[in-house]
């Protein structure tokens, strides 16, 4: 398409010094322009992919992806119990639906958990020991004290608390804490709360920040006694091959406990911000890629600048027989090449960032002091990123497009420049 003579005239162009009438500033401007608009834009589509992909990976790593939940039995004032006493035969027909791998009986509640004169509220979740260590963020934490097989020993009393729980309550492996649930034991004179101690066998961050300050684990059989829930279950939790597939296994899922129940599932519970964090992606894509544009249309001033300062040249040029078609594709080839490299060193500067952002975050947060990422606000416990191939074509293709189609206005000016116009002066 480009013959070598053309690659020679656009390379010597480039290269040219101001008082040869070259833009080598120019050049340089455009090119170091290119490049941190596609590094900005490959950074945060990193950015992003990654906080997307750890938000997600927490949610299905630490809770089920999907839950049925009973209606159970009336009870003379109407009121469904919201249990089933057949917790085990649920399980294992919903284990037989293809696609799921793990359907476990629990039992839920909620506590106000004390220690060390602290308070705070709590999630408990009566599970058996095997089937927590099928949980993948807890069984393999970001950090962890204790250990997971002392989860149920001490006659059945030893739990398994999330890592910002056990801070804010001053407590670590091996020590103990109060359980106070106001629906306890129902007396004569009414309920009185049930006040029980415990102790921590394992503490674990799985990375979201509401799960390790909210989640308390405890054993399967002193849940049901400790909730009033002998021999019932409160729901059915269901692990699954493709957690991104749940909306699709929620029919077969109802089919296998013969619609006895409902289905909530992982996109249910955090829909919500995920349709909000994917707005906020296409706004960041938009906006960054105007300033790809702005980036590219130094290559329109630096052209318009050389093609001037190349009058009498283009003037030779054609006079020696060049067609309008050389000389455009000769300022083509000198703003595509300024594109072309600038987005090279982009993409190299993005996924460099990328790939080692650990590092030069951990030198931001050391030079800013520390705090700089707060889990309370962000939800994971650090900022995450994942190099998406999508994300690098996508950035690469619209800095390359918008780089080819601003030169051809400049190339098409100076291929249609009349040589006697241009050599009258000379």
Same mark, same amino acid.
């Given at each position: ?108 509640? %909620? ?31 970001? %950090? ?133 964090? %994917? ?148």
């Amino acid at each position: 398409m480009f013959s070598r003579f053309e690659w020679m005239i656009a390379w010597r162009y480039l290269r040219a010094r101001r008082s040869e009438g070259g833009i080598s500033v120019m050049t340089w401007i455009s090119l170091v322009g290119i490049a941190l608009a596609v590094f900005a834009l490959i950074a945060t589509l990193a950015v992003r992919s990654g906080f997307r992909y750890e938000f997600v990976d927490t949610i299905v790593g630490a809770n089920p992806h999907a839950t049925i939940r009973p209606y159970g039995e009336a009870q003379p004032n109407g009121m469904l119990t919201g249990t089933t006493p057949d917790y085990d035969a649920l399980a294992d027909s919903l284990a037989q639906v293809p696609g799921v791998t793990h359907a476990v009986p629990v039992v839920t509640g %909620q506590v106000m958990a004390s220690a060390n004169g602290a308070n705070t509220g709590a999630q408990v979740i009566g599970i058996r020991p095997g089937d927590l260590a099928d949980i993948p963020r807890v069984q393999a934490p970001e %950090q962890s004290q204790g250990d997971i097989a002392a989860f149920g020993v001490d006659e059945g009393q030893g739990i398994a608390i999330g890592w910002y729980l056990a801070d804010t309550l001053g407590v670590r492996a091996g020590d103990r804490i109060r359980l106070i649930s106001p629906d306890g034991q129902k007396t004569p004179f009414g309920t009185s709360p049930r006040v029980k101690s415990y102790l921590v066998s394992y503490v674990f961050q799985v990375g979201r920040y509401d799960i390790d300050l909210t989640r308390i684990y405890m054993p399967f059989s002193e849940a049901q006694t400790y909730f009033n829930r002998e021999g019932v279950a409160d729901e059915i939790q269901v692990s699954i091959t493709d957690p991104e597939a749940v909306d699709a296994l929620s029919p077969s899922l109802l089919a296998a406990v013969e619609s006895d129940g409902w289905v909530w599932t992982w996109r249910d519970s955090a829909g919500g911000f995920l349709r909000a964090l %994917q707005m906020e992606d296409n706004i960041m894509f938009v906006i960054l890629s105007i300033l790809v544009l702005i980036a590219t249309l130094n290559i329109t001033s630096g052209l318009v600048m050389l093609v001037k300062n190349k009058g009498r040249d283009i003037g030779i040029l054609r006079t020696m027989g060049l067609t309008e078609g050389t000389i455009l594709r000769v300022f083509f080839l000198c703003g595509a090449g300024i594109g072309v490299i600038g987005t090279v060193i982009g993409v190299i500067l993005g996924c460099l960032f990328a790939l080692y952002i650990d590092p030069i975050f951990s030198f931001v947060n050391w030079v800013a002091g520390g705090g700089v990422w707060d889990p309370s606000v962000r939800f994971i416990s650090a900022l995450p990123a994942r190099l998406e191939l999508g994300d690098v074509l996508s950035a690469v293709a619209l800095s390359l497009t918008l780089s080819f189609i601003v030169t051809i206005f400049p190339a098409r000016r100076a291929a249609r420049m009349n040589p006697v116009e241009a050599l009258r002066y000379e």
